[in-house]
């Protein structure tokens, strides 16, 4: 039996964000309940949900502010705010900063559920795609990396995380801090070098391609350059 899909639920109602987390329960979710943003960025960080439902007035780190943060880190979560504001410009806003969805409060739970299930849909249909990175084919749900028409290679399953989010921000920096905690669940010295030799191992098994690159930028992170 696969574990329960983990969704970040951030609502500083506290009687309107149990009734949702209860009601997300009851169709077999893992809610993970927080009430402002900045308890928010850490639960991200360290249990990998799979969708985001934001509030967009919170307290500490509003809804947008937050997913701007986390869109600089992972361009493929899905991302669904929940707002009691209509004007049109707040829905442009919340598209914009790479929200997926917007539901306007009141909603029904139902509704809720079905555009909960629809992007969960979409997002497993994006991890099945075949990805090209230089010369390289990536598979990421099957775990395979293929140079041109050789043998296909297996990656375990931190390599392939770890490459899928160097990809999702190509040639851009990818914050080390953030990837340790989502990775590793930690950012202390001895999980930094644990990620020092997953991407020691990514480059070699990416070398027969001379373009690609994964740099090193000391204090920041790394960046797949491709």
């Known amino acids: 039996m696969s574990d329960p899909i983990k969704i970040l639920l951030a609502e500083d109602e506290p009687a309107l964000g149990q009734i949702v987390k209860e009601s997300l329960e009851t169709k077999g979710f893992e809610v993970l309940l927080c009430e402002d943003g900045k308890e928010a960025l850490d639960i991200y960080q360290t249990k ?6 934001l509030d967009v007035m919170m307290p500490k780190k509003d809804g947008f502010t937050l997913a701007k943060e986390i869109r600089m880190i992972d361009t493929d979560i899905p991302i669904l705010f929940l707002t009691a504001k209509s004007q049109t410009q707040d829905v442009v806003e919340g598209f914009n900063l790479g929200g997926n969805d917007y539901l306007k409060k009141p909603f029904s739970m139902e509704e809720l559920i079905v555009r909960i299930k629809s992007l969960l849909k979409l997002q497993s249909a994006g991890e099945n795609e075949e990805r090209s990175i230089g010369e390289y084919m990536f598979q990421f749900k099957q775990q395979t990396l293929q140079y041109k028409n050789e043998e296909i290679l297996s990656l375990t399953h931190r390599e392939a995380h770890l490459l ?5 921000n190509k040639n851009e920096v990818l914050d080390r801090s953030v990837i340790l905690k989502k990775l590793w669940k930690d950012d202390d010295f001895f999980s930094a ?7 020691s191992k990514l480059r070699k098994k990416l070398q027969k391609d001379k373009r690609i690159q994964i740099i090193n930028v000391r204090g920041y992170g790394y960046k797949l350059v491709c």
């Open 48 to 53: 990998a949900p799979r969708l985001l439902v």
């Open 164 to 168: 899928h989010h160097l990809l999702n």
């Open 193 to 199: 070098r644990s990620m020092d030799v997953f991407i």
